[in-house]
């Protein structure tokens, strides 16, 4: 390790331990109240305080191995799963289900984020309140449950009911994963980790059009899409009895770590000054939070940009069905979206993570990759099919801003029940965009649903814009804390559970 970097770790660590290495004596209380629990390992460690580049690079690579494959697979069925019902519609459930009424196969869509908005908060508290392996896994057998008990559907209001409770025990996949991210790894390190699951929502629509489609044939295609649900239900509860034993919960409670390198993996996230876990839910930072201009321009920005996400999940197979193609066809151009999408959102991560201060730039350049989808959608005669296969191959441009978006909310926000509330928050706008989008795509404007496209078109450019305002916003609070003499520094990450807004010493990310 390099002197400088060594004389950090030094700096940083020597006011809480010294007087423990000093005296060789354990601390056996600490206060988790006020403090966070990351504070248990520090007090009661007696070695080495320092580390080298090389120690925390590989440890860094043993937490990748044993945290990402296990989000990686999680985020895949669900995705699978909440996107099932678009490629179902081409097999029969629309016609079985009596949704080819009005707008009822726009609600089908649309309730399922219901669920999400409602059961995101109550989930992240008990994430916070008990063990997350278990709540996590709990929530997926239990979603994969929801999932099998489609096929028992028999009319549009059952399948209504079912929806709603499968997006309410789906809801906290998503920001349980930013909190577990959060407590993981560095601020610089967290954008490439939620790009690398985020990037699965991609990745997996390469796949699923192609066993969906095989399930699709059974039967000549007449009602097949149940066996869509079963495969994906039990391959769901499944994985969820797995994920019990295989989720590491944080850096606190994993196990397969040594005593030193347990120490390192807490020790190194004092530069987070966001702390690692506290299970003391705090109603004064759930009160900060609600007057914070940050989170509620994050949230808007999530909400405007993923009403795009409406016709993606629910309606891109039959607007391509719309275009002349065959079903088999209809399902197969999904795949080349599903390649983009995914290493679009990989690519953006790496940047973010690559770059310093760019991450509002390259959200705001993911946004303008929906824009110029929309337009062609929008505007292009139907003749121009591979100009409008172009069109729904980048439209899902703006899931790599969101996947940077996430990185973004995790490491602006201190404070561990501030941070949790916030997750969900940024969640809640996700859902709402994708609740308002597929009502914007009405059964009367197929098949080029342009004034969905058009609505689409202007909140991609709002979001943008937000998303602009939020940088500036965080340049002017970084500045106005230099101004007041307190410098950058990580002297309280643990002591106090401080918030964002608390702490003099934390500085934004761009």
């Not at 929530?139 to 059952?158: A, D, E, K, S």
């Not at 760019?358 to 303008?368: H, K, N, P, S, T």
């Not at 561990?416 to 994708?434: D, P, V």
């Amino acid at each position: 390790m390099s002197e400088k970097a060594d004389v950090v770790h030094q700096a940083e660590l020597s006011d809480s331990n010294s007087r423990d290495v000093e005296s060789n004596v354990k601390v056996e209380a600490v206060d988790t109240v006020h403090t966070d629990e990351a504070m248990k390992v520090l007090a009661n460690y007696t070695g080495e305080q320092t580390w080298t580049d090389e120690e925390e690079k590989k440890l860094r690579r043993k937490i990748d191995w044993k945290l990402m494959p296990v989000l990686c697979m999680t985020y895949t069925l669900q995705y699978y799963d909440k996107a099932m019902i678009s490629q179902a519609a081409l097999f029969g459930l629309r016609q079985d289900l009596d949704l080819l009424v009005g707008n009822r196969y726009s609600w089908i869509a649309s309730i399922f984020y219901l669920g999400f908005i409602i059961g995101a908060y109550p989930c992240m508290i008990l994430a916070q309140r008990f063990p997350v392996e278990r709540v996590a896994s709990a929530t997926v057998v239990l979603w994969g449950l929801t999932l099998i008990l489609t096929t028992v559907c028999h009319n549009y209001q059952g399948v209504y009911a079912q929806r709603f409770f499968l997006g309410l025990l789906e809801s906290g996949v998503s920001p349980m994963f930013m909190l577990i991210v959060g407590s993981w790894y560095r601020k610089q390190e967290q954008a490439m980790r939620m790009g690398i699951w985020y990037c699965c929502t991609g990745y997996v629509s390469i796949v699923s059009p192609l066993i969906n489609y095989g399930f699709g044939l059974i039967g000549g295609g007449v009602s097949s899409w149940r066996y869509m649900y079963y495969f994906g239900g039990a391959l769901t509860m499944a994985w969820g009895i797995v994920l019990l034993w295989v989720l590491p919960p944080d850096p606190i409670r994993a196990k397969g770590f040594t005593e030193r390198e347990r120490y390192i993996l807490v020790a190194r996230l004092r530069t987070n000054n966001s702390g690692v876990r506290n299970t003391h839910y705090k109603m004064d930072q759930v009160l900060e939070l609600g007057t914070d201009i940050k989170f509620w321009l994050l949230f808007a920005i999530a909400f405007l940009s993923m009403i795009a996400n409406g016709p993606i999940s629910a309606f891109i197979p039959i607007i391509i069905r719309g275009f002349g193609f065959s079903q088999l066809n209809s399902l197969l151009l999904l795949c080349p979206a599903g390649a983009y999408t995914g290493t679009l959102m990989l690519i953006f991560s790496w940047l973010a993570f690559k770059l310093k201060n760019a991450r509002a730039y390259l959200i705001f350049g993911a946004e303008m990759g929906t824009v110029l989808s929309c337009l062609l959608l929008w505007k292009l005669p139907l003749s121009a099919k591979g100009a409008l296969l172009f069109g729904t191959t980048i439209l899902p441009s703006l899931g790599a801003g969101y996947a940077v978006l996430m990185g973004l909310q995790v490491a602006n926000t201190a404070g561990y029940t501030k941070r949790s509330i916030a997750s969900s928050g940024i969640y809640i706008g996700y859902c709402l965009g994708n609740f308002v989008g597929p009502l914007a795509f009405k059964a009367e404007d197929a098949p080029r649903y342009a004034p969905g496209f058009v609505i689409v078109l202007i909140t991609s450019i709002a979001a943008a814009m937000l998303i602009i305002v939020y940088r500036f916003v965080c340049v002017w609070d970084n500045r106005r804390r230099d101004k007041a003499g307190v410098m950058e520094g990580f002297d309280h990450a643990y002591e106090d559970d401080l918030t964002d807004r608390r702490n003099a010493q934390f500085r934004y990310i761009l």
